[in-house]
Structure formats: C-alpha cells, structure tokens
C-alpha cells in the first residue's frame, strides 16, 4: 500500500517508546488515515496480560490522537513547534481486542480545527473490525 509519510518522528514530538503511529496513508482538511502494527517488542505487554497480552485500551485513544495530530502536521497547518495537548475524550467504544502483530488502522475525522483547538473522531480498525472508537479534542500550544 501506498503511504504519503512514515517520518512521523518529524510530525510529532512523541519517541520511543511512546510513539504509536507508523505511517500515515493521507491527509485532507476532513480525514486523516494512519497505520501502526503492534509487536511483541512493545513495552505494555510485558504487564498487560502477559499470558494473553492486548494493547490496553488508553494505547488505543492515544495511538488515535497521535494519528491525528501527525496528520495535522503533515499539512502543515500549524506552526512548527505547536504541541497537541489532548484535552477531553468522549463517546469511547472499545470492540475488538488489539493483539501482538496486527497492524491498526486509524481513520481520524477532523470535527474542527482552529488555532488553539482540535476536536476529532477517530476510528481504529483490525482488518475490517472495529477495535476501538472516540472523540476527543486536544488544546494546541507551543513547545
């Protein structure tokens, strides 16, 4: 599959090992889509069901936010030293579990974006499955 960006470390201030998107597939005023693939190097498995590990579901809304914020960035819509500072999460669904090795979809919609706030809804998909589902809004400012 083609990708617009995987130099997300340049997008967002976020490292390892808490940076949790991949790459991001494309990016318009309306939809950002994203990736992330899961693996056993993660460091939340060691502690999150060791015996049956799943990506817990706080992971989920941050890989959502992250996904959202990089695709912001890539468009260049705010200066380059702004920060996203989630805010609020709202309406969260978790569906389907995130297991070592599947690679999460991330269709972010942006619900309204202006120069001091970002309000977005995202959806996380396995395959066709939906993992996980939120709306959260993130304050902007500057590092």
Request: aromatic share 12%; net charge negative; with cysteine.
């Amino acid at each position: 599959m083609d990708y617009l960006t995987d130099d997300i470390e340049s997008l967002i201030p976020h490292r390892k090992p808490f940076k949790f998107v991949d790459r991001i597939i494309s990016a318009d005023k309306e939809k950002i889509v994203a990736e992330r693939t899961f693996t056993d190097e993660d460091f939340f498995f060691k502690g999150h069901f060791p015996q049956y590990p799943v990506v817990p579901g706080v992971i989920l809304i941050e890989t959502m936010a992250q996904a959202g914020g990089a695709g912001l960035s890539y468009q260049k819509i705010f200066d380059d030293n702004s920060l996203f500072f989630l805010g609020t999460v709202d309406k969260v669904k978790f569906r389907h579990q995130v297991r070592p090795g599947d690679t999460v979809r991330l269709e972010v919609t942006n619900l309204r974006v202006s120069p001091r706030m970002i309000k977005q809804q995202g959806i996380a998909y396995v395959g066709e499955e939906v993992a996980a589902e939120a709306t959260w809004m993130c304050l902007v400012g500057n590092a």
